[in-house]
């Protein structure tokens, strides 16, 4: 393919103090998503993801379980890592904030800022949520208590070395305002522009005197650098920022941060205003997506709705897990997982949907044409689907470039729906009896549907996207433009067709 300019594409690093959720494999497998569609874009993506290892939240829950934090990093990353592996995520690399070429750029960047007087000293005192790693005030609490962790927040009193945030929040603003630094979906950037009318943000403190597992500030050692300053220049160190400038210069500024919602101020806010001191260029865009529910709960172990994403796996498969999950609900809202009717929607969109079509196809090819793609006489006028596949990709392309999954992978949906009714509108059994020229037509048409399917299948479900093109002879070459790909009648006439089992067997409830 060829390379048509760079993407960068990040998701937050995770905390490492529990196992993964299956909140962190949402916001995972969605980017993963995007980074394999501009992919096929034929562009170069840079897609990272890692984990957030130090602060006090990890150190606790260390002492708790008895470990060093070292010792739990290292066993709750591979937890990550060995998740990611199994969801087919294919990000470039994995960074940990415990790695000496992060500490080494995180350094570098603090020192610029001291240097630029962005920071001043002073003494602080406040409520500390370790839940949230973040100062909460008397106002967000209920009954005393974080409304997120249900649980009493610290009071603090130490040394502290403080950014100048409020120096750089009208800028920040206009920014947001003008669309320069754009933040979506519009829910988010409306909350993100109320936050900063309300000028109800203040200087934040950016050490912690009492916090061990941490950074040292490079020009105070009595204090670790708090773990989401340090955590934000992930994005930048893991480009070798300070270091190494060259893979910095070709993918900073980031295209997209896609994150949840919790974070949005610390993404939308916070690091803007610290890459403003530090005199470099903004994110391009910060997608927030929303928090969804189980079964209409909150997703809780109190409750005892917690899915485990390895449990799913198991089940379902990667790739029906991929599947399951972005499917649910619009990316960008909040919404339910409807975990009770995966069975259900497992049988309905994949084994009869996506399964049944392909397996249909096939068989027909064989028994008809002896398992070759048979030639076109003239092409299929498709009515069911108005504008034909090249208005059906349009939206599609339109979809995931907006980062709207959900829809884009409703499109794939419609388009089985559109071959499964092409099938009982042509009847292919009764024209194997009378007219060969026209079931010519109409088995090439089914295949080429295939065809197609399996390329916008490719960034939700990369595995059953390949067997697809392998069971209909396709072969992706490197060099195939994107525009080529999605072209209606690109499928080889007289390719033999390699059927095998069904992609996804019926379950049972
Ligand atoms: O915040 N629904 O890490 P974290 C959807 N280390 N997404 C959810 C979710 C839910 N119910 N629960 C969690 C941190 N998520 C910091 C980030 S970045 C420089 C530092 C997802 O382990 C969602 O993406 O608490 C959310 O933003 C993220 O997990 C929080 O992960």
Known sequence: MSKKGNFYIATPIYYVNDRPHLGHAYTTVSADVVARFHRMLGENVLFLTGTDEHGSKVEKKAEEVGKTPKELCDENSGHFQMLFDRLSISNDDFIRTTEDSHKESVKIFMSELYEKDSFYEDRYEGLYCTGCERFITEKELVEGKCPDHKTYPEKITEKNYFFKLKEYLPKVKELIARGELQVEPESRRKEVLGLLDNEVLDDFSVSRESVKWGIPLPFDDSQVIYVWVEALQFYISALGYGRDNEKFEQFWPVDVHVIGKDIIKFHAIYWPAMLLAAG??????????????????????????????????????????????????????????????????????????????????????????????????????????????????????????????????????????????????????????????????????????????????????????????????????????????????????????????????????
């Open 280 to 509: 470099l260029p903004l994110p391009k865009k910060i997608y927030a997506h929303g928090y969804f529910t189980i079964n209409g709960d909150k997703m809780s172990k109190t409750i005892g709705n917690v899915i485990d994403t390895n449990d799913l796996i198991d089940s379902f498969g990667t790739d029906a897990t991929r599947y399951l999950l972005l499917s649910q609900f619009p990316f960008g809202q909040d919404g339910d997982i409807k975990a009770d009717k995966f069975i259900e929607q497992y049988n309905a969109d994949l084994a009869n949907g996506i399964s049944n079509l392909l397996h249909r196809t096939l068989s027909m090819t064989e028994k008809y044409f002896n398992g070759i793609t048979p030639t076109m006489a003239e092409e299929e006028h498709l009515s069911l689907l108005p504008g034909g596949v090249e208005a059906l990709w349009n939206n599609y392309k339109n979809d995931l470039n907006e980062l709207k999954v959900e829809k884009a992978l409703s499109h794939v949906t419609m388009l089985v729906k559109v071959a499964d009714g092409y099938i009982e509108q042509t009847k292919p059994w009764e024209l194997a009896k009378e007219d060969q020229e026209k079931l010519a037509n109409v088995m090439y048409t089914l295949l080429e549907f295939n065809r197609h399917i399996s390329f916008m299948l490719y960034p939700f479900m990369p595995d059953t996207a390949e067997k697809m093109q392998t069971a209909l002879g396709v072969q992706y070459e490197e060099h195939t433009s994107f525009d080529e790909l999605i072209k209606w009648g690109t499928l080889e006439r007289g390719t033999k067709i390699k059927k095998d089992e069904p992609l996804f067997m019926r379950r049972e409830n």
